[in-house]
């Protein structure tokens, strides 16, 4: 397989607070929302700290693959699990990590439009500029790959560019749990 070379950026964990304390405030100050859908596995946590930040009492999840490796995607993305909340007449938004092509926005908005919820928005931390869906929020648009504090050992082991890059501090670590020949 051959790697293309991509521009990456690691995300700290105090940048990601900072990051998620200004899109709480953008979400706050324009929308009431009842219920928080993560999209699962990279909007899990951006979506836990929002429910804590904006108050909200009732999270779930829907998990979408799409990903194989970095900037590598299959042809279409899928679901592969949902945990639900009751829908019928919330306001509910809808996080992930970052929005590439908008395609997994669109699958997500697709499965839940079966239920009868009063209004849906999109929140995420990142956008990609060539995205064919803009989320309601978001906290900037970037061209890199961002490589997240929660994914650090699976983004050195999936692009051949930052094998042996001590991301975030943890090679080590990475390389005892999965293998220095992997990393």
């Known amino acids: 397989m051959v790697h293309q070379k991509v ?17 709480a405030e953008k979400i706050s100050s324009e ?21 804590d930040l904006l108050g909200i009492d009732e999270m779930g999840f829907i998990e979408v693959k799409f990903y194989r490796g970095i900037a590598e995607t299959r042809e279409k993305p899928y679901v592969t699990f949902t945990a ?16 590439d092509t908008g395609r997994t926005l669109q699958v997500v908005a697709d499965v839940l439009s079966r239920f009868k919820y009063r209004d849906m928005k999109f929140a995420t ?14 906290s900037e648009i970037v061209d890199e790959w961002i490589i997240f504090p929660w994914e ?7 692009n051949a560019e930052l094998k042996g890059v001590d991301v975030g501090g943890i090679l080590d670590y990475c390389k005892r749990k999965h293998g220095s020949q992997s990393l």
Not at 31 to 51: F, M, S
Not at 84 to 99: E, Y
Not at 152 to 158: L, V
């Open 84 to 99: 639900l909340p009751q829908l019928d007449n919330k306001r509910i938004i809808i996080v992930d990590d970052i929005v």
């Open 125 to 138: 931390l990142y956008v990609k500029p060539w995205s064919t869906i803009m989320p309601d929020y978001y």
């Open 152 to 158: 650090i050992c699976e983004s050195i082991r999936e």
């Open 7 to 23: 521009k990456t950026r690691y995300i700290s964990w105090s940048m990601l607070h900072e990051s998620l304390k200004n899109l």
């Open 31 to 51: 929308y009431a929302a009842d219920t928080i859908i993560a999209i699962a596995k990279g909007g899990l946590i951006p979506a836990r700290i929002l429910v």
